[in-house]
DNA sequence: GATCACATGTAAGAAGTTACATGATTCT
DNA sequence: AGAATCATGTAACTTCTTACATGTGATC
């Protein structure tokens, strides 16, 4: 059973696990990349930063380099390993329906696994369950009375669907072909 | 100034101008259609009716052809115009790029709007924000260092944002045909 | 008579928002 | 000297989640 933590706790885990900073660097990242949606307001990250210390997930230092009050974090053994749980995930229906941003965030994160198979049980399932939500939309289209707004509206997410079902076979055979060269 | 509310209020406003209708009725509209991803729980819906039965947008009914204890709601006077200029808001390029579902939700609640001119105001600063979103994807692609993963998964916002752009602009022509016709 | 669908609610807790507060260091 | 940036935090509030609670009418 994995441990339940938020999304906002996830990103720090994975950002912190790509190099160790300060609630402040981490608070740059999401105001200057708009990084899928995750305020950077402090009232978020440090009570968050709090609950991932006190969970033995991540550890401060105050580094003997600067002079201004600063705390860098960096990963536990046990922060690798709740980060790594959350990432082999397998991908649901529901994450493809309702949670889409959330999944591409596992995804940049997925590079933390370097034999590349996590990412393929990923791109596999984010695709199988692309194609049967797809199907969904399809037959909402034709079984439901429609308003012409709400008609097109759902041809919209048909065709996002489709954009990304077309990326996740692409993605697929990117690492496959980067596979094979070894 | 607009009134600020959840967008589960909002959903709730529309969805009842379509059709007044009980909290029950409502919480089934959220669970079987996955309406947007809404959640239909009675801890989330009975609560934001009261709220806005409290603020006079909605005002409850009891049926006297049904035998079974029920209310149903009705939007009141405020209540469409709270929900109107909820509509007629401005897409902003936050709006595209953070709450593209909650924009989705508006442009269906927009059928409301007979003359079709805010719809297509909607849809016009939607392709343009849709535009330059994708170009400021772009520019991250060329100009930050990314992994692999990271590349990939901003190719993929690209592919579906492109696939929404155009989308906005089918959806123009269909409602600019349609004004042509009468 | 039991079970399912109808129908509405509350309580506790989690997590985010906005706004405020504080102070040090670096730049102009 | 003053402004901008670095840096961390708290308090009040809002809203949602999960879980529990309750009861009636319809169906088998």
């Known amino acids: ?3 339940q933590r938020s999304t906002l706790e996830y990103a720090l885990l994975g950002l912190i696990r790509g190099a160790p900073q300060s609630g402040y660097d981490l608070r740059k990242v ?28 991540i550890e401060g230092d105050v580094p003997d380099d600067t002079r201004r009050r600063r705390k860098e974090f ?4 046990r922060g690798r390993a709740v980060l790594l749980d959350w990432l082999a995930l397998p991908v649901t229906h529901d994450d493809v329906a309702l949670r889409f941003p959330e999944l591409m965030l596992r995804f940049v994160f997925l590079s933390f696994d370097e034999s590349d198979s996590l990412t393929l049980r990923f791109l596999e399932r984010l695709e199988s369950h692309l194609g049967e ?19 097109l509206a ?14 996740a076979l692409e993605a697929q055979e990117s690492f496959r072909r980067k596979g094979d060269r070894r």
Not at 154 to 167: F, K, V
């Open 154 to 167: 759902l041809e919209g997410g048909i065709a996002s669907s489709e954009a990304r079902h077309r990326w």
């Open 30 to 57: 999401f105001e200057e990349t708009a990084m899928a949606g995750y305020s950077g307001s402090p009232g978020a990250i440090y009570p968050a930063l709090r609950r991932l210390e006190h969970s033995g997930l």
């Open 1 to 3: 059973m994995v441990e």
């Open 74 to 77: 960096r990963l536990t053994e």
């Open 133 to 151: 939500y797809i199907a969904d939309l399809k037959v909402q289209r034709e079984q439901l009375p429609l308003t012409m707004h709400g008609r």
